[in-house]
């Protein structure tokens, strides 16, 4: 069973930096691509930034380009999100996901979650 | 820019749904997809590729269209189906969202 489990979130202040995770397992994690998407409270889902199987194709939306950095490793099949200078815009439940099929950039499953809150 | 239309939907079950996605321009390669939210859950995947059912997802919903106007109808409304659905694009990049449209119980 495909299981992806987000770790890290929490209250922090705006211009703060922090760090997510998400440990995947139940497939063949260096054959996917593999995405992170946010919902603020009330909102719509918006894509953040995807990595390539092997990463070597990174892309992010235009509201965190240069702020925030995705990363894989595919010997600990484990994607993070490392996110600075957080704004209160930020502020959101952070989704982890996989791609749909082997080498296609297709949002599927997504995990459970994990809720970023930016506060002064 | 993803347009979803109506922003809301009040049907019974057993009822037909159709709601539309719109493209500003035309989706490379019609790489559509759509997705059904419930209040706490995250959402799932019904159909990929503008048509393409994923993975047990019931026949009852199917997704159409092409170019930049798309559709998800749900043939038959069954209670479960009662939930928010996104349409998004992944043709090219940043990959975006509509707004939703929301099908609630009449």
């Known amino acids: 069973e495909v299981q992806l489990v987000e770790s890290g979130g929490g209250l922090v202040q705006p211009g703060w930096s922090l760090r997510l995770s998400c440990a995947a397992s139940?497939?063949?994690?260096?054959?996917?691509?593999m995405h992170w998407v946010r919902q603020a409270p009330g909102k719509g889902p918006e894509w953040v930034s995807g990595?390539?199987?092997?990463?070597?194709?990174?892309g992010y939306a235009e509201s965190v380009k240069g702020r925030f950095t995705i990363a894989r490793d595919n010997a600990d099949n484990t994607l993070s999100l490392h996110m600075y200078s957080l704004r209160l815009e930020d502020t959101a439940v952070y989704y982890c996901?996989?791609?749909?099929?082997?080498?296609?950039?297709?949002?599927?499953?997504w995990g459970q979650g994990t809720l970023v809150t930016v506060s002064s | 820019v993803l347009t979803q239309s109506p922003g809301a939907l009040s049907l019974s079950p057993g009822e037909r749904a159709t709601l539309s996605c719109r493209a500003s321009?035309?989706?490379?390669?019609?790489?559509l997809a759509w997705y059904q939210q419930k209040p706490g859950q995250a959402a799932r995947l019904l159909i990929y590729?503008?048509?393409s059912r994923a993975t047990g997802v019931p026949d009852r919903f199917s997704g159409g269209g092409s170019g930049t106007d798309f559709t998800l109808t749900i043939t038959r409304l069954d209670p479960e189906d009662f939930a928010v659905y996104y349409c998004q694009q992944y043709g090219t990049s940043p990959l975006t969202f509509g707004g939703g449209t929301k099908v609630e119980i009449k």
């Open positions: 990595i390539s199987w092997r990463g070597g194709v990174i």
């Open positions: 996901a996989k791609a749909n099929e082997p080498r296609r950039w297709l949002v599927g499953k």
């Open positions: 139940g497939f063949t994690f260096e054959d996917y691509a």
């Open positions: 321009q035309s989706v490379p390669s019609n790489y």
């Open positions: 590729d503008a048509s």
